[in-house]
């Protein structure tokens, strides 16, 4: 079953194996460093835009992330 917690630790994980510190990535993303912060501990999803972007600079299936596979 696919959860807000699988999908939440699958980001989380991503983030930390890129090496972008979360200000680059937000920089990166357009959005808030806050909102990463957010997003690593499940307080908050990324809108779909901004996931599908997160997959491009990631260089992530959006699949795997959304625990599809």
Known sequence: MITINSIRAKISEAIKQSGLSQS???RRLNIRQSN???YL???KMPALDTL???CVILDLDANEILCVR
């Open 41 to 43: 501990k499940g307080d």
């Open 24 to 26: 680059e990535l937000a």
């Open 52 to 54: 599908a972007n997160l």
């Open 36 to 38: 990463i912060s957010h």
